[in-house]
């Protein structure tokens, strides 16, 4: 695999899956030219006068599309979890006989675990998309076929409009449909809310099928994916789990470590004069995150302050916050809990969305570059302020990148994170997998104080004089090597690159090496 | 210019303005290869991070979009009569000394007549969009340098797909924008309702500028057209008069022998047993079908009917019976009316919608044919059932063909039109342009009775028994000619081809010929 160093220092491929690529080449310096992939071109004639998609079974649909060895399938990870779809969709496909499929999720999850077998058996190639829990393993042992390729949610717009990835399948799991294919995820007994993640698969794959549990009248409104988009609709007798959605990473933590270091975020953000009238904010699906929002909430009725608009996968912390008025607008990708799912349906100022508009950096401008603070995750950063997402200090592939990078462009980002987890710290020398440069993490908030990238001159003279617990990252970096006992190991890995993570814009920023 | 005779035996230029056409091959015969256009792909590293996309003016917009002598300019009609930016819009291109523009409107109106001194200084080259009034008459009289291409408004949105009409600017005025460009037609003191028309422009053009006279905060919801979308926002006094979108063809008749044909279309419509529960049903904005649309309401009460969906522009009808619970769905892509305006702000059961999903024919299948009766009107109607709706008996262009296409598509379509206008007979041995091939025309309804086409042999027995006053076609043009004095003049018009009629499919269908 040739190699060459990009504007981050990384060692990345020039060529993925046999296709040539393009090194980071720095934060806003890659220009796309040309223009957008167009859809096929179809017909009236030939889709049913009635209006009627409906096909007996997956199978009958998967067979109309004209499925074929080695095709892109792509599926959205609305359900988390919960998701009953994409397993069922790769059994027919294996029954089938299909093999070689490179299956592009919008995101994977330890349910999708079965789906191994798959890639063993030769009927999965590989897989474009987070590589979590067992999936994870699988690739960082180096058994996957073909290299993995992790992109944020803008990134995968961005990848399927720049037309770097071709679907030729999508598979969306909808809540409510009609025949015709209108369908959103709001209503229903599977109601799972936006359906934000499947808009760009409908926009831009050859062949879309709906795959349905709750087939309404015509017409499904509001249509969140619009029929027009729409070549089969199955009806299935169930699509997802919706309590599942709540798996993982969408709890409020409870440690009293985590708790202060969310309470120290929400302290720097008021210190730093950054919750004000008007203002807006992002936080991740995390423990620390949701804590964090849940200080802001006090804060904000504490100084009588209200936000213009929440940015991001909602739960019920902002939808109380929308309800009681103290958030104008909810503008919601992926909801992470019931709450959110009935407030997208029942709430209009709860708007389901994609990622598009929020967070695709090839277009003219998106939501997150205007949101004021965005609290986030992290696995590692380094001295520089780079920041991982995907791997620990083992190599290992655990976690998808989301809409982290996409998240890293507001005015503000912090990371709130502890600064060591089972005795390994997080503030280290080199992050494994560069993941956000350093130019965007603003920054880091742990339970031992707080960092601030001495590029953000503004922030450090907007917080003189305050009695933060400001603290120098590499005086971090020692009280944390002390108390672990020294610096993580260096990761053992080789030197076969088994996944790479591409930066929001379509570069390649990192490569992940196999674990040995 | 070279000719050819087509699939309707129409003669149509092979060439229209210099680019290769395909002549009418038949309802469904002409099958699109290939794939649809794609916009050009964009940064967010050129577009501000703060999201402000406010420029001074107009002529600031149009400088930074790169204006330059010969491109396309795009404007949408949903203030119809009391439009006021594209007078203002090539006020300022004149200034700027910039020629030969490609005017692409989704229709224009009498108001616009203005803009025939920039035809006549070199300003705009060409126009194409419907031609009434006195742009018609220039049209008609061959003044205008350029062909004038006619396309429905499904028609226009194929084009654009298809990549028939590359447009370079396309200006929309938004009765409700935020900075970033996210706007609406629902909110505002230029309030109009949905912007469906300018839905194609805002996604297909290369450069899009949104025009508003209303800057509310981000985020403007809900987002008719998304922010992402535009490149620049303006904002001006005035954008439109709401009170001049009631104009021309929006207001019901007060003649008797036309209030007798929509009495008779709704009798016809129940005893063909079209009204039933679940029906749905579109009217156009003439007289007649409004009468119609008063008619069926009576109908539906008596019987304790409820119709799923009303399709196609809305007005206080359709608006009182939704929230009357007589209609479940209003799909509206343009309020004919202030009341239709304030619905599709307040009911979320009136879907503001776009061409794409309801009339596109290069799509997988369109709402036109999902609709069990649409009510038309049409300027005359041959014994083949042939119509028109463009030119009447003198050849003149007089009415664009907005939507009327697309409709004829419905389950069942009727044509509901007095026998005679002004002494000049409407049913005809031939149409002066073929706008609508006879398969697609079902059943006539004039005041002197009902004429059913042949082919619908289905029709013909479902109305078997009724004491509905059946009438031959043949027989109804004789009876018309005998109270007018004979079979309308043929149309003084000499060989030069002034305009064509394209059918939904992109292929030519008519040509309207230089009026002598």
């Not at 060459?4 to 296709?19: L, S």
């Not at 892109?72 to 359900?79: E, R, Y």
């Not at 503008?331 to 695709?360: K, M």
């Not at 120098?472 to 090597?481: A, F």
């Amino acid at each position: 695999m040739e190699m060459v160093v990009n504007a981050a220092g990384r060692r990345v491929p020039i060529r993925i899956n046999g296709q040539a690529v393009f090194p980071f080449q720095g934060i806003g310096q890659y220009k796309p030219t040309g223009r957008m992939v167009g859809r096929p071109l179809r017909s009236c004639a030939d889709y049913p006068a009635d209006g009627d998609k409906v096909v007996p079974d997956i199978k009958t649909a998967l067979q109309q599309c004209g499925l074929r060895d080695g095709m892109t399938i792509s599926t959205h990870h609305h359900f988390r979890e919960g998701d009953l779809v994409a397993n069922r969709l790769f059994d027919c496909i294996a029954e089938m006989g299909v093999r070689d499929i490179r299956w592009f999720p919008s995101a994977a999850f330890v349910c999708h675990a079965p789906l191994i077998n798959y890639l063993e058996a030769g009927v999965i190639h590989h897989i474009e998309g987070s590589m979590n829990g067992p999936l994870g393993d699988y690739c960082s042992e180096g058994k996957m076929r073909g290299t993995a390729v992790l992109r944020s949610h803008g990134g995968r717009w961005q990848a399927l409009q720049d037309g770097e990835v071709h679907v030729d399948i999508a598979v969306i799991a909808a809540p409510a449909a009609d025949r015709f294919g209108n369908c959103n995820g709001a209503r229903g007994p599977s109601a799972c809310g936006p359906l934000g993640y499947a808009e760009a698969d409908a926009q831009f794959a050859d062949k879309v099928i709906v795959v349905t549990d709750h087939l309404v009248p015509f017409p499904c409104t509001p249509w969140h994916i619009q029929g027009q988009l729409v070549d089969y609709v199955v009806l299935v007798d169930k699509i997802g789990i919706p309590e599942k959605i709540v798996a993982g990473t969408t709890q409020i933590t409870k440690s009293p470590d985590r708790l202060r270091i969310a309470e120290l975020t929400a302290k720097f953000a008021e210190a730093a004069g950054l919750i004000r009238n008007g203002f807006s904010f992002q936080t991740g699906a995390g423990g620390i995150s949701l804590a964090f929002t849940k200080y802001l909430e006090e804060t904000m009725r504490r100084n009588k302050i209200t936000a213009s608009f929440y940015l991001g996968g909602s739960n019920q912390l902002p939808v109380r916050m929308l309800e009681e008025g103290l958030i104008d607008t909810i503008i919601d990708i992926q909801a992470f809990d019931l709450q959110a799912v009935c407030s997208t349906r029942d709430n209009p100022h709860h708007i389901a969305c994609g990622p598009f508009t929020t967070y695709n950096y090839h277009g003219k401008g998106n939501f997150n570059t205007l949101t004021d603070i965005a609290v986030l995750g992290a696995t590692q950063v380094d001295l520089e302020y780079n920041a991982n997402v995907v791997t620990h200090s083992d190599g290992r592939l655990k976690h998808g990148i989301g809409g982290w990078q996409n998240c890293l462009f507001a005015k503000c980002t912090v990371l709130a994170i502890p600064s060591f987890r089972d005795r390994i710290p997080v503030i280290v020398d080199k992050v494994t997998t560069l993941t956000g440069p350093a130019e965007l993490v603003d920054v880091v908030v742990t339970e031992r104080g707080i960092c601030i990238n001495p590029r953000r001159t503004d922030l450090l003279d907007a917080i003189k004089g305050t009695k933060l617990p400001l603290i120098d990252i590499k005086s971090l970096q020692h009280t944390v090597q002390d108390i672990c006992g020294g610096a993580p190991e260096p990761p053992h890995v080789g030197e076969q690159v088994v996944a790479v993570v591409k930066w929001v814009d379509g570069t390649v920023l990192d490569s992940i090496y196999r674990v040995l």
